[in-house]
C-alpha cells in the first residue's frame, strides 16, 4: 500500500501507464477506502481541535449575528453541531460518502472521456485510476488546516494523469474529461450562492 501511494505521488505517468486495467475494483476499492478513510478521520480531529481552540464553531460561538438576517437558530442544532457527537456521526458515514463520492467522479469522467473520444479502455480503468488517485492523495488530510485543499488538488493532478496513460489518449482530452464537470459545478454553485443572496436580500427589505 505505501509502495503504491509512494509510485503514485512521486511517479503517476509511470505507474498508471503500467496499471492493470481489468481484475476487478475489489483492491482498488479496498485501497481508496481505508486510506481516504483513515486520513479523512484524522482531518476531522484536526478540525475539531481547531474549532475548539476557536471557540468551538463559528455557528456556536455568537461571531455571526443571524438574527440581522432575519434568520432563527435553533439553539438545540447548534449545540449538537458544536458537540463531539456530530464529528462521530460525520465519522462513520463517511466510509460510505467516499463510495458514492468515488462513483460518481468515476461515471462522469468515464463519460466525459467517451464524449471526447479519449476513453480507449472500460469503464474499470476509469475506476481504478481515479481509486488510486484518490486513495493515495488522501494522505495529504491528515495535514492541520490546509491539508484538504492539498489532497484535492493533487488528486485533480494525478487522475489527469493517469487517465492520459491508463486509457493511451491525450492529456488535452484528459484535462477536459476532468476538469469541465467541476468547473460546471463550480458554475452551478455561484448561481445557487447568488439565488440565496438575492433571497436574504429580499428578506430584510434589501439591505444585508
Not at 475489489?26 to 481547531?50: E, K, Q, R, S
Not at 469503464?123 to 484535492?152: D, K, N
Request: aromatic share 10%; glycine share 12%; proline share 3%.
Amino acid at each position: 500500500m505505501f509502495v503504491t501511494v509512494k509510485d503514485v505521488l512521486i511517479d503517476a505517468p509511470r505507474t498508471f501507464a503500467g496499471m492493470i486495467r481489468d481484475g476487478g475494483l475489489g483492491n482498488p476499492l479496498l485501497f481508496l477506502l481505508i486510506l481516504a478513510t483513515v486520513c479523512g478521520w484524522i482531518g476531522m480531529v484536526w478540525g475539531f481541535l481547531w474549532n475548539q481552540a476557536m471557540g468551538a464553531t463559528l455557528l456556536g460561538s455568537g461571531a455571526m449575528d443571524y438574527s440581522q438576517l432575519g434568520l432563527e437558530m435553533d439553539p438545540a442544532m447548534l449545540a449538537f453541531v458544536s458537540s463531539g457527537l456530530f464529528q462521530v456521526i460525520e465519522a462513520l458515514i463517511l466510509p460510505a460518502l467516499i463510495l458514492v463520492v468515488f462513483f460518481i467522479e468515476a461515471a462522469v469522467f468515464h463519460l466525459m472521456l467517451l464524449i471526447m473520444g479519449g476513453a480507449n479502455q472500460p469503464f474499470e480503468t476509469t475506476a481504478r485510476v481515479v481509486a488510486y488517485a484518490t486513495g493515495s492523495t488522501a494522505v495529504f488530510q491528515a495535514v492541520p488546516m490546509c491539508g484538504g485543499l492539498i489532497s484535492f488538488a493533487w488528486a485533480i493532478i494525478v487522475i489527469i494523469i493517469g487517465l492520459a496513460h491508463a486509457h493511451e489518449t491525450s492529456v488535452g482530452r484528459a484535462v477536459a474529461a476532468v476538469l469541465l464537470p467541476l468547473l460546471l459545478c463550480c458554475l452551478c454553485c455561484v448561481l445557487v450562492l447568488i439565488f440565496i443572496g438575492v433571497g436574504l436580500a429580499e428578506m430584510t427589505g434589501g439591505s444585508l
